[in-house]
């Protein structure tokens, strides 16, 4: 089957309602990155973001359709004028990667986020549905509109307790926290991202009894420093942050379960992760 039939397959195996609006074709992130899409699909590979190192092990593979969640030239939007235009080295290297591979890049992020479908005809968001199946945490989802995704576990555990498991399930090198190590947590939050203010999240934190959020991201600023602030007073509330690639790249593995089936092809499929780009040096 042809690439650009595996992708079409793919689009319409998705809910493609995002954020209320039906997902413009000309207009989402979820284009073509790199490519020719006439080609036949020789294997798909799921990854977070195409890095070299994914583009490297593709190769080996012998797979020609990578389909990533995140931009493959660094900026939003994929631009390249600007890196044609300064005749960036990195960015020539990886083109030229690509282009003796002859491998396509595809970037699906609307339409998984909008929605795969689930037993009983609804739809959940593909990436933090499969966050929850790869911790195990599909039976504690709970509803809250405020969140990318939240849960209510059967039993209190520790903050280092969930970041040991994060960090063994995902492959980690380590996560940050905010908060005591010690503190018992239950009902656990992952927020939209938090890149200035966070007066919903604090206030949440209050009034619907968050212990825990796990954030895409993590600033000095606004929530880490009440959560700071409420563990000085010996109250549970705790972050941790293992980065947003870390966090989303569950839900690609997770892909590989059924883009088969979505694609409706039976060519071989693998995920590789893009690997955690953070290293820790701790004292």
């Not at 190769?59 to 389909?67: D, R, W």
């Not at 590789?272 to 820790?280: E, L, T």
Request: aromatic share 10%; hydrophobic share 40%.
């Amino acid at each position: 089957m042809k690439i650009e039939s595996i992708i079409s397959n793919i689009k319409a195996y998705h809910q493609g309602i995002l954020w209320g609006k039906i997902i413009d074709p000309e207009t989402t992130r979820d284009q073509i990155l790199f490519g020719n899409t006439e080609q036949e699909c020789t294997g798909i590979i799921t990854t977070c973001w195409a890095s070299i190192d994914v583009i490297k092990k593709t190769i080996k593979l012998g797979a020609n359709l990578i389909i990533c969640h995140e931009a493959l030239f660094w900026n939003h939007g994929d631009y390249t004028d600007w890196l044609n235009r300064t005749q960036n080295e990195t960015y020539l290297e990886k083109s030229k990667l690509l282009k003796e591979s002859n491998i396509v890049i595809w970037r699906n992020h609307d339409y998984v986020h909008s929605g795969i479908p689930m037993q009983n005809g609804n739809y959940m968001d593909g990436i933090f549905y499969g966050f929850a199946k790869e911790l195990k945490w599909e039976n504690y989802i709970i509803s809250d509109n405020d969140a990318l995704i939240a849960f209510n576990l059967p039993k209190e555990v520790t903050t280092a307790e969930v970041a040991n498991l994060l960090i063994r399930k995902f492959n980690l090198n380590g996560a940050k926290i905010i908060g005591s190590l010690d503190s018992k947590v239950k009902k656990i939050a992952v927020p939209n991202h938090i890149l200035s203010d966070a007066k919903l999240q604090i206030t949440k934190a209050e009034k619907d009894n968050y212990d825990l959020f796990l954030t895409l991201e993590l600033i000095d600023f606004t929530l880490s420093e009440y959560i700071f602030d409420t563990s000085k007073l010996d109250r549970n509330k705790s972050i941790i942050a293992i980065g947003h690639f870390n966090m989303e790249e569950a839900g690609m593995r997770y892909m590989t379960t059924y883009i088969l089936d979505a694609a409706k092809t039976k060519v071989p499929v693998k995920f590789i992760q893009s690997g955690d780009m953070y290293q820790y040096v701790a004292k």
